[in-house]
């Protein structure tokens, strides 16, 4: 969740279609089911402060530079817009970026930008800052560490101040994709130096108070190209523990809670001061183990440690069954480049390769978590009881939650993890590739840097599904990431509150939120 990516992430299903090649993707989407008491009229609007829970996830260390390694991701998606975003239904739709298309072989891509629109500093918006910005994301002296996923481009020219081409070094049929991400976030050009105390963007609210361990507050920009936000203010409150803000929900000290447990739904669907609202969702928690170390550099072991769970106990028992099997994969169901496969728990299979490994009576594990995130815990202690069935004995650490992510998380050989979803390409880049960023467990493999480089090369969709689903069943055979479930997202608020919509809230259009008096 720490880097939104849980977050942040998402129903963000890869929809491209090159233009000159007549080349798209279908879009497998799930209508989005809303749970919430039985009137549901929407609110008349007053301008108001909307006041949003914050996880707090770097403890405080929180920068809104973009490419920071402690990013305030929440704060991030408000202040800033991206190319091209995903939809209500996971289609890849224009941000700053109006159209987009390739050449033949995919090589090159031509992005027409949107005319009109300033920074909050009244500056225009020029091909020029989105090359300075996606610039920075090549430089592998950036916190971010994702010049290994952006590198394939190799050249960014700006013909004119509306349009940005980038020539690559080898094809990308979902080139776009990359640039969905709230990394790509678009700076004003030669600000590196003081974005993070100024966190000039284009979005549709404006800092005006930063302070992630308090309240941070932004203001409505008049001059959004978007129009006028309906909202006075958003103040994102930071609250570390997972408890603590579902408490400041049912206090009224906030407006709106962005990562609510089904057990928290539960509580509050019955009560009419507030709406619950879930849909199907790609956020996934994780059992992640570094396979730079032992005992976890033996890929029996990591095998022996994935065919122990059972996946659908740990959903009912963790996610009250609100989410769907994963197999150990981040792309999510919706996805249509989802590898289907199954993957039953084997405890007399766990144990024979834990006795090949050299671990005959089992094996002693010290697993790493926090009450960061609401499932965290839950799933540290499920999975410590399926363990023990195979002879393996967890035991369980906690953390501190303000604390967690910044001296835990990364460093320990053994942890809970909690991400959202992003599109396959991304995804499987992101987490799993050299030089991804997030690639928590260390992964490195060429076999499967080789299978990347072939999806992204195949224009048939088709085609490109099934190397996409390939290189999802070859972690399964070979990471250090036991991903049980993916998660519904589930939203809780105010009824106040109007107009959240039904996608993760990396994709939050924040602007068309409505607050009504009390």
């Known amino acids: 969740m720490r880097s939104h990516s849980v977050i942040p992430s998402v129903r963000m299903v890869a929809c491209l279609v090159l233009t000159t090649l007549l080349v798209a993707c279908g879009s497998a989407t799930t209508a989005p089911a809303t749970t919430a008491p039985a009137t549901t009229a929407t609110p008349a609007a007053t301008g108001g402060t909307l006041r949003v829970a914050y996880g707090l996830w770097w403890g405080g260390a929180e920068s809104i530079d973009p490419l920071s390694a402690v990013p305030f991701l929440d704060a991030v998606n408000i202040l800033y817009d991206r190319l091209v975003r995903l939809d209500a239904t996971g289609k890849l739709v224009p941000e700053l970026a109006t159209a987009w298309s390739a050449n033949a072989d995919a090589t090159v891509w031509t992005f027409t930008l949107r005319e009109g629109v300033t920074f909050h500093n ?98 409505a920009y008049a001059k959004s190209w978007r129009g006028a936000p309906k909202l006075d203010a958003i103040e994102l409150i930071g609250i570390a523990d997972a408890d603590a803000r579902f408490q400041a929900l049912q206090a009224g000290q906030i407006d709106v809670l962005l990562e609510t447990s089904p057990q928290q739904l539960t509580a509050l669907k019955d009560n009419p001061a507030f709406v619950v609202q879930t849909f199907p969702g790609g956020i996934w928690y994780s059992l992640t183990m570094r396979t730079d170390t032992p005992p976890f550099n033996d890929v029996r072991v990591r095998r022996a440690l994935r065919l122990l769970v059972d996946r659908q106990q740990i959903l009912t028992l963790v996610q009250q069954g ?47 978590t926090s009450d960061s995130l609401s499932g965290m815990t839950p799933l540290a202690e499920v999975y410590q009881q399926q363990a023990a069935l195979a002879g393996v004995r967890v035991t369980i650490k906690q953390v501190p939650a303000d604390s967690y992510w910044t001296e835990t998380y990364g460093v320990e050989p053994f942890v809970i993890d909690g991400e959202y979803q992003y599109p396959a390409d991304l995804s499987l880049h992101l987490f799993y590739g050299k030089g991804g960023g997030y690639n928590v467990s260390k992964f490195d493999d060429p076999a499967f840097e080789q ?16 190397r996409y689903q390939q290189a999802q069943q070859y972690l399964l055979e070979q990471d250090g990431t036991i991903i049980p479930f993916h998660a519904n997202e589930e939203f809780s608020f105010s009824r106040r509150v109007a107009g959240l919509q039904t996608v993760p809230y990396i994709d939050m259009r924040w602007d068309l939120v409505t607050l009504a008096a009390k």
């Open 122 to 219: 009244s500056a225009p918006f020029t091909s020029a800052d989105v090359a300075y910005s996606i610039k920075r994301l090549l430089d592998p002296a950036q916190e971010a560490g994702l010049a290994g996923i952006y590198q394939i481009i190799k050249q960014i020219e700006t013909p004119d101040p509306r349009t940005v081409v980038f020539t690559l070094a080898q094809p990308h049929a979902e080139l776009p994709v990359l640039f969905t991400i709230y990394r790509a976030a678009i700076i004003p050009a030669e600000s590196s130096a003081s974005i993070a105390q100024t966190g000039i963007g284009t979005g549709a609210f404006q800092l005006a108070q930063l302070n992630p361990t308090g309240t941070t507050r932004m203001t």
């Open 322 to 368: 609100m989410g769907s099997i994963a197999c150990d994969t981040t792309v999510w169901s919706g996805d249509p480049y989802r590898w289907q496969g199954s993957c039953p728990q084997d405890l007399a299979q766990a144990r024979k390769l834990l006795a090949e490994a050299g671990y005959p009576n089992g094996l002693d594990l010290t697993l790493f």
């Open 451 to 466: 299978l990347l480089a072939e999806a992204r090369a195949t224009l048939d969709p088709q085609q490109r599904s099934q």
